[in-house]
């Protein structure tokens, strides 16, 4: 079957990218995402609730403020810690 007026682009679903952060509190972030929309996460309470010490270990403000976005994402030391997008997009991380 030939269709016409579609292209790929089209064809593709939008992909959901963090496009742009900035600390705005001891462990939350203001999240600009792709479809240009805002969500301000707060990663304290994951961080006080996590058992395991390398998650533990960015309770240290300064080790969390050493986030980077990689490929549309936060990540933090090369993947050391990361979330799902649809996670941060929903405005919380678990």
């Not at 959901?16 to 203001?30: D, I, N, S």
């Given at each position: 079957?030939?269709?016409t007026g579609t292209t790929?682009?089209?064809?593709?679903?939008?992909?959901?990218?963090?496009?742009a952060a900035q600390l705005?509190?001891?462990?939350?972030?203001?999240?600009?995402?792709?479809?240009?929309?805002?969500?301000?996460?707060?990663?304290?309470?994951?961080?006080?609730?996590?058992?395991?010490?390398?998650?533990?270990?960015?309770?240290?403000?300064?080790?969390?403020?050493?986030?980077?976005?990689?490929?549309?994402?936060?990540?933090?030391?090369?993947?050391?810690?990361?979330?799902?997008?649809a996670d941060l997009f929903?405005?919380?991380?678990?």
């Amino acid at each position: 079957m030939i269709t016409t007026g579609t292209t790929v682009a089209e064809a593709s679903p939008a992909v959901l990218a963090v496009v742009a952060a900035q600390l705005v509190g001891p462990y939350t972030l203001a999240l600009t995402f792709s479809t240009g929309e805002q969500r301000t996460v707060d990663f304290g309470p994951f961080l006080r609730q996590a058992r395991h010490p390398a998650i533990r270990a960015y309770l240290d403000e300064t080790c969390f403020q050493q986030f980077k976005l990689v490929q549309g994402n936060v990540n933090w030391n090369d993947y050391d810690l990361i979330f799902p997008v649809a996670d941060l997009f929903s405005g919380s991380v678990r």
